[in-house]
């Protein structure tokens, strides 16, 4: 054996660095997954949250965040891993507060010792001393709880620093940081909230060169009845798992004041029975059932019609086009249940919240 054979070698007997391995040695015995969250988030992988405003994108992070720290089921799917969990959130350090007392009072947990850190300003992975001050932060928690079972970067756009998420040369760089400073260092789950796109909502804003890169992607919408539905757009490896629905429940703070006196609340997740795989809508359907919704009562067509132009049924403002648009959306809303119509006059039809 050659001396650089020795030196490169570990203290096991494996070869460090860069190598080979052949089929044979690799079918010798089977690697099992490991889980995080059974079916949901593989140990060790890169994952991204996305969604529009409102979607609660965070609330559900956290709720995961906090099941792996206390290894407790997320909603009766087992947790296989737990460890410490570190949360870098780019802004709403108030709400971050709110959120997990409103999650340890459902839970029924208090969470002094529990280890879940959140940081308290935002990260700039793309700017080198900002990436080191965060690299430094998170190995000195190593050093006191041991290292992490997940780290959750809330979001994406706030952690990530001087560079345009637009440009694949950016993201990729961004994507490479996140995995030399921290899922690779530490061989943990990544789970990064983002945004959907700006017009395309069915998808993550951004160069595509984050999707590429991910493990597991999920997209979290708000449905008209209020249900959050958390839907698998990729598992790289792999079955997708259900969909999931979750309706928002509001947590009494008590002992918690507001500077009225009166006690603060906040939002936890739970799970419903609703059909999870229904689709949620989109486009000009999710537009035009927004209007009826906020006009409330039964409306006519005509004034339904005229308050769904105005919220831009129609990506063009050519008149016809509008009038397909809202033509298509009104008999699309029909067939499907969302609306209930006689005489001219259309409605939301009550939808079942179990």
Known sequence: ??????????????????????????????????????????????????????????????DMGLCAACRINWHEIPV???????YIAGEGHEGLKRRTRAWSIHHGIELEGVPFFISDRPARFLDASGAAEVAQAVEDLVLQHGAPALIIIDTLNRNFGPGDENKTEDMTRFVSIIDETLRCRYLCTILIIHHSGLTEKERARGASALRAALDWEYRMTKNADGTRILTCTKSKDHEEPPALAFMPEVILLEGWVDEDGETMTSCVLV???AKADMKPLTGSKKIAYDVLVNLGGSVHVDMWRDAAYSAGISPTSSKDSKQKAFRRAVLDLTEAGYVETQDDLYWPKERNRT
């Not at 070698?9 to 997954?33: M, V, Y």
């Not at 296989?80 to 570190?86: K, W």
């Open 1 to 62: 054996m050659s001396e650089f054979e020795n030196q490169a070698k570990e203290a096991d007997g494996q070869p460090k660095g860069f190598h080979f391995r052949s089929a044979g040695e690799l079918c010798i015995k089977p690697s099992p997954t490991q889980w995080l969250i059974k079916y949901y988030l593989e140990a060790g992988t890169l994952a991204c949250l996305f969604g529009e405003p409102g979607a609660m994108k965070s609330f559900s992070a956290i």
């Open 80 to 86: 296989r891993i737990s460890g410490p969990v570190f």
């Open 271 to 273: 799970k419903t029975e």
